[in-house]
């Protein structure tokens, strides 16, 4: 089975950057759309970015011109850039995989990463 592994989380000043990466088990990665998901204490989980299998992508409206997500497919691995970090940007970010034909804003994709923290400081 498909197993997903995060890492880059960690604290960082606002206005500041970091590079999530997630890295991905077996030989059909290509065949998912990927994204990160994040969800913050008391608060319900959110589709922050998505990226095709062609590597057309979405991006939630709050994060728009500040992250970037991006994968690599001879390393199985997918990225999320994020610039010009905001103290709402705190919570714990999920690596996901779907074989849906689109990008789905619902919660209900095939595998999940376990959480790396993302903490941003006012």
Known sequence: QVQLVESGGGLVQAGGSLRLSCAASGRTFSSYVMGWFRQAPGKARELVAG????GGSYYTDSVKGRFTISRDN???TVYLQMNSLKPEDTAVYYCAGDLAAVIRTTGSWDYWGQGTQVTVSS
Do not use: E, G, L, Q
């Not at 990226?51 to 062609?54: E, F, G």
């Open 51 to 54: 990226v095709t299998r062609s």
């Open 74 to 76: 001879a390393k199985n």
